[in-house]
């Protein structure tokens, strides 16, 4: 009994005794923890704030390159008259003015009134370095101060004038406000965006109290009261650091926090009253909160272990329960992988049988594919469900063409539905929309498994219908989307639908069809749609068939320059259009240069070329081999060149940038010849950053040939002028 007693009370004991050790600890560090938790909120918040600015700096600079395009090409962009469309643009984004500037700083605005900047050589002739960025300040045409925004661009005429950079004037206001802290204790913080010399930026005070070089003023009337770091304010700031260091200024005490910001390598520094931040600090609380913290991580690992005991034989059951379903799985993925491997063990040997007779050849080859392609769709599923349960399947938002993935769907499952003479469907005549925002590549999973289940449980001459309808039309930025796939087949039973979407899981009955999967595709199907923020439900009666619902929202994208290659692809593929190239084939007689240093896929590439009628692939190992043999060559040797992304030595995009750059050494086809970028790097980052760097177009890993076709059609139609 004594026993029992003495272990009864050892736990709260103990715990009484870890507490009274740390109010001891706490009591003892509790000034340097204050100090700490200062610094921690104050770089924190004005973290934030640097956050802010550098996407409010970010905005004007896509603006300012938005405008720059827009009147190099105002006619083929599609804006009829620049200055009324730029006008709808101040008023859109508040701006006050914009300016063209020569690179002398004279400038000429929109309103037509000419001035020159009033700014030192250095600022003057960054203007002659194409996309350069800098911030100044101006005075408008009604006495107003503005903050200046300025990016150099490539040199132009507009109105008779020759520009080199482009800029916009803001009210002062504007980002006055923005650098404006709002909390209580921190209010009266006088906030200073710098350049690497200290020079003023932007402040949040009035212009009347603004400090040209605060950096400065700092240094020369402040002293030091407490510096972590030691190398003093000054060396701090030269050195681009993050700090906050204790100062007294005109006899009040400032904490001053600075940090790098990413615009021009510019330095935010803040300089905030200590008595404001100091008098809402609460030390009880602190050391309250930390107790509190501390006793319950004591009890929920108590109870965590308690549990764990308690637990043991249950999880013994799971492991047990595991190992039963692992085994029955890898007996499915036996039989199911042995089905598919087995067939195309079979046509490759008929292949090799029948090699002097092309029909037979080409039949086995097909129906080799098709087995090929029920066994990666099986390796997909497994692979899936394990990327799903790991976490590491991201969703990605990017532009896609539902018409793309429904065409994709289409012609794979059409295949399927094919062999057993089902009748497939797929109508979205009611949705309007083609171009969304959000993750095509599980959406065609997805419609895929949900198809392929009805082409296995549907038997012979039955009909499955796919319907897309839109849920809600008159939200013009986001849609719902609602897929519908409907079958006639052998139907389940309503036990059965209460586990459908459980790995494994196959309902067994006398008349099923004996062709049956892995059982993942629906547990796939159900995670991929809820990571989507979508849902699925299914309705089902035996012997007459199913219907499985699935809602999905996408973001509607916006129509951009890059979708007209798309329509003239389009006009191209219905016979619409007529081309210098008449019915010859695209790449008749093309001299391709091909960056890649795969050596199987620069193989595969060029018998593809050759056998689509090119008279020339010369193939480069690298970028640099690459540039190398378009410097070799004569001005129009080569068509168009073909560029990988990733590899050794020179990535495609530095590659495509310096061949573009050879233009300004007197290289005329270096600005004008085709770059594809065939990668299989897809997102929207990577299209994007091909683009920048000079090239035309994007074809991902592996090669789908019509594209690659529709695309060197459309690059040869549209003709290039780069950028």
Known sequence: MRSAIKSKWTVPIAIVILFAVLIFMVNSIQSRFI??????QLTTYYSQLESIISTRFTRYYKLLRSWSYHLEHEKSSGIEDFNSYISTEKRIWDVEQIYLFDEEGNYLDTEGNIGSIDENKDFINRLKTVGDKQVSHIIGTNGKRLDLFVLSVKPGKYEGVTYRAIGMGLDSYQMKSRLSVKRSDMAGSLNYLVD?????????????QEIENIVDYISENGEVLYDPIGKGFRAEIESRLTGVIVMELDEIAYYITFMPCGIDDSMLVCLTPANAVDKNISQVKMINNILLIVAFAIVLIVIMVIVRYLSVQEMLVVANSANETKTRFLANMSHDFRTPMNALAGYLNLMKENADDPDKVREYGEKAEYAH?????????????????????????????????????????????????????IDRGKVKEDIFVGDDLKLEIILKNIIQNAVTYTENDGIINVDITPENEEDTERLMLRFEIKDNGIGMGSEFLEHIFEPFKREQRKNA?????????????????????????????????????????????????????????EVLENGNMQDDSGDENTFE????LAAEDNELNAEILTEILKMQGAALVDVAEDGEKAVEAFKEK???????????????NMDGYQASMTIRAMKDEGRKDAGKIPIIAMSANAFKDDIEKTSESGMDAHIPKPIDLKLFENTVKALKVRGHESL
């Open 589 to 592: 007689g093309m001299r391709f």
């Open 634 to 648: 004569g001005e129009g040797y080569y068509d168009m060149v073909l560029m990988d992304i990733q590899m050794p």
């Open 513 to 569: 069809s004996k062709e049956q999967g892995t059982g993942l595709g629906l547990t796939v199907t159900k995670k991929m749609v809820e990571s989507l923020g979508g849902t699925i439900n299914v309705e089902s009666k035996i012997n007459e068939g199913s219907i499985f619902t699935v809602r999905l929202a996408f973001d509607i994208a916006p129509k951009t320059e890059l979708d007209e290659i798309r329509e003239i692809e």
């Open 373 to 425: 392609r029920n066994m990666l769709n099986m390796i997909n599923c497994v692979l899936d469900l394990s990327k799903m349960e790991e976490g590491g399947d991201e969703v990605r938002y990017e532009r896609f063409y539902l018409s793309d993935v429904l065409n994709r769907v289409g012609q794979e499952m059409g295949a399927l539905a094919d062999n057993k003479r089902l009748k497939l469907t």
């Open 196 to 208: 690497k010399s200290g020079n003023l930026i932007i402040t949040s005070v009035k212009q009347s």
């Open 35 to 40: 100090y700490s938790d200062r610094m921690v």
